[in-house]
Structure formats: structure tokens, C-alpha cells
């Protein structure tokens, strides 16, 4: 299974910006997928994730209520709807999937990675 995270860039705070995670080499319909993201001198972080199968999410506290993280089976596409962002975001975010329906927030439990898109936040 290959990802591909795209969708980063630079934006004020208080904007909006959507990432979008597609899979391919095999449909993720048994698949959990997640998205983390990692700022300069800070671990790798849990943001949200989504089961394939119902599509139960589960999100960060930092980001509860402003991030939403769906998915279109049809186009093994996974997206993060980031709304009111602030400095405090900025990092590279990364999309990640793992066999199963569990939604895991630690990042050793994933078994695929894409390669990161970085997101800029300016005050």
C-alpha cells in the first residue's frame, strides 16, 4: 500500500486548508487510517483518525471541534478539514493506515506511511 498526503502550504491563522491522503496498490475497506503530524523538536502526534468500516473518528483534544477527518471509499481518498488553524499547527502531517478497525493514537501501531505535507501557520 502506497500513500500520498497532499494539500500543505502556508497560511494565516484563522484559515482553513485540507489535506488529502490517497491510497493505492489496494483498497483500504479493511483499513484504519489516521493522521499525525510532527513539529520541529516535538514528537510524532496523534490528530485524528477514522475507522474504514462505519467511519467512527477520533480526534486530538488540540484539535477537537476544529479538524474533521473523513473519507471516500470510492476514490481511497482519506481528507483532514483543518478550520481555524493557529501557529500552534504548524508541522508536517502525515497520513498513516493499519490493518484493522482499531483506531489507535500511537504511531508504532501503523504499518503505513505517507511521506508528509507540510503546513505553515502565521500569526
Known amino acids: 500500500v502506497q500513500l500520498q498526503a497532499s494539500g500543505g502550504g502556508l497560511v494565516q491563522a484563522g484559515d482553513s486548508l485540507r489535506l488529502s491522503c490517497a491510497a493505492s496498490?489496494?483498497?483500504?475497506?479493511?483499513?484504519?487510517t489516521a493522521w499525525f503530524r510532527q513539529a520541529p523538536g516535538k514528537e510524532r502526534e496523534f490528530v485524528a483518525g477514522?475507522?474504514?468500516?462505519?467511519?467512527?473518528?477520533y480526534y486530538a483534544d488540540s484539535v477537537k471541534g476544529r479538524f474533521i477527518i473523513s473519507r471516500d471509499n470510492a476514490e481511497n481518498t482519506v481528507y483532514l478539514q483543518m478550520n481555524s488553524l493557529k501557529p500552534e499547527d504548524t508541522a508536517v502531517y502525515y497520513c498513516?493506515?493499519?490493518?484493522?478497525?482499531?483506531?489507535?493514537?500511537?504511531?508504532?501501531?501503523?504499518?503505513?506511511w505517507g511521506q508528509g505535507t507540510l503546513v505553515t501557520v502565521s500569526s
Open positions: 496498490g489496494r483498497t483500504f475497506s479493511s483499513y484504519t
Open positions: 477514522i475507522r474504514w468500516s462505519g467511519g467512527r473518528t
Open positions: 498513516a493506515g493499519r490493518i484493522g478497525p482499531q483506531l489507535d493514537p500511537s504511531a508504532a501501531s501503523y504499518d503505513y
